[in-house]
């Protein structure tokens, strides 16, 4: 079983910047993917920033040019740097890996998502 634990998320002003951590933990033999989502009230899931398994970055157009994915392999961990946040990217940011368990068995998982608040 793998886990995701997200945290960095808060209330933070038009303008200002948050970084948000994930780490992976559990029975975990390789992530071949993994980034970030996010949920605004009454809106559907969707793609913000991920490591794909090819191993290249997608982000959302909305993003471009502000947030920034990164990651550290050894631990993990993958961050998102978030600046010049707007209003409208408040949102549930969700973490989601997927990958090969040490069973030899895929796994897909999410965390359980830390709220971002950008006030105006």
């Known amino acids: 079983q793998v886990q995701l634990v997200e945290s960095g998320g808060g209330l933070v002003q038009a303008g200002g910047s948050l970084r948000l951590s994930c780490v992976a933990s559990?029975?975990?033999?390789?992530?071949?993917?993994m980034g970030w989502y996010r949920q605004a009230p009454g809106k559907q899931r969707e793609l913000v920033a991920v490591f794909t398994s090819g191993g290249t970055t997608n982000y959302a157009d909305s993003v471009k040019g502000r947030f920034t994915i990164d990651r550290d392999n050894a631990k993990n961990t993958v961050y998102l740097q978030m600046n010049s946040l707007k209003p409208e990217d408040t949102a549930v940011y969700y973490c989601n890996a997927e990958g090969l368990a040490r069973n030899l068995r895929r796994f897909g998982s999410w965390g359980q998502g830390t709220q971002v608040t950008v006030s105006s």
């Open positions: 559990g029975s975990i033999l390789r992530i071949n993917a």
